[in-house]
């Protein structure tokens, strides 16, 4: 089936711009993760749901950071007020069971540039 | 919270040599340790993982060990090849089940052919 899929792939804002970037998961897989990742950097925790419950944004770096799943299957990352270290790639992942793990299928990634 | 630190940051190796990438980690509850692939301009993918009750995993070329005492992984690469170069993420997080992923910086392994 159908991977883990993220819309737009490139995003261009100007600094203070909100916007809103998409993930649609692995149909069926109740667990959703997001992750920033700096040039040069590996990829750094932001927030987790289960479903359509919030269970974890203890990395969202500020409150212009905010994330939803309402329905439980799409989720959509919003920031607002964008700032230049906001630059970076917004990769999804959603989790199944692999056998011996549950395995992490990430998106391709939203790159984010803020200028 | 977990820190997971990696070495080197950039590897070179001629082809069909082998590629070694260590990892260390601070939370000793870490039990699950994944590394991921990625390739320039593409997604993270899980390319071997090693639970915290197995010293040694392998498939095909590629080898996982674990040194828990120590708090250390490393990545092996064996009879490397061109399609072998790319960005490679170590990771640790605490159990099997839904939890987050604490990635190492990187390494950027490049094979000379």
């Known amino acids: 089936g159908a991977g883990v899929s993220q819309s737009p792939r490139y995003k261009v804002a100007k600094r203070g711009q909100d916007v809103a970037l998409r993930c649609d998961p692995i149909?069926?897989?109740?667990?959703l993760f997001w992750y920033q990742q700096a040039l040069g950097q590996g990829p750094e925790f932001l927030t987790y749901?289960?479903?359509?419950?919030?269970?974890?944004k203890s990395g969202l770096p500020s409150d212009r950071f905010f994330a939803e799943r309402p329905e439980g299957s799409v989720s959509t990352l919003k920031i607002q007020r964008t700032q230049q270290e906001d630059s970076a790639v917004y990769l999804c992942?959603?989790?199944?069971?692999?056998?011996?793990?549950?395995?992490?299928?990430f998106g391709p990634g939203t790159r984010l540039t803020v200028t | 919270g977990e820190n997971v630190e990696q070495h080197p940051s950039t590897l070179s190796v001629q082809e069909g040599d082998s590629a070694v990438i260590k990892c260390t980690y601070s939370?000793?509850?870490?039990?699950?340790f994944p590394w991921y692939k990625q390739e320039l301009g593409k997604r993270p993918q899980l390319i071997i993982d090693?639970?915290?009750?197995?010293g040694e995993k392998k498939d095909q070329r590629i080898a996982v060990t674990l040194n828990k005492t120590a708090k250390h992984f490393s990545l092996h690469i064996t009879e490397t090849q061109p399609e072998d170069s790319a960005v490679y993420f170590c990771?640790?997080?605490?159990?099997?089940?839904?939890?987050?992923?604490?990635f190492g910086t990187g390494t950027r392994l490049t094979i000379i052919p």
């Open positions: 992942a959603s989790t199944g069971f692999s056998g011996s793990s549950y395995e992490q299928y």
């Open positions: 149909s069926g897989h109740v667990s």
């Open positions: 749901f289960q479903n359509e419950a919030q269970l974890d």
């Open positions: 939370d000793s509850a870490s039990n699950y």
């Open positions: 090693i639970r915290s009750n197995v």
């Open positions: 990771a640790a997080k605490r159990n099997f089940g839904n939890e987050k992923l604490t």
